[in-house]
């Protein structure tokens, strides 16, 4: 009986969203981006771009922030090559002034701002 088998690559465009649409948005796109020209394409979909939570949840009560090698990918590649579709971030209090730096965000309408000092935020945004 022969084997076959089929790569990432080999799927269709539709099924690859219907598998990456199960997955973090940040998840797809610290792996995704720039591995190839159509994976590149389709991770800079609006459906994985215009929403972003740069935290990761630990539990209910908990939040801990992006380890420092993704926070330097994020801020450095990914958000500049995103900022136009982005228009939802959600942030915790330690990377907030450095991801919010990394880059203009034109199309920003929204921010979730998680486990900040009161202090911190009115410092911030005065």
Known sequence: MKHSSA???DLPDEI????LKKLSNIQVLYSL???NKRLHAI???PIFTNCLTLMNHVSVDSIDPLSDRILDQFCL???PAIHHNIKWLNLESSS?????LATNYPNLYGLGLY???????????S
């Open 7 to 9: 790569g990432l690559n």
């Open 115 to 125: 486990d900040i000092e009161i202090e911190t935020a009115l410092s911030f945004f």
């Open 33 to 35: 981006i720039c591995v």
């Open 77 to 79: 590649q990914i958000l």
């Open 16 to 19: 690859l969203m219907i598998i």
């Open 43 to 45: 991770v800079h979909d």
């Open 96 to 100: 907030m002034k450095r991801i919010l």
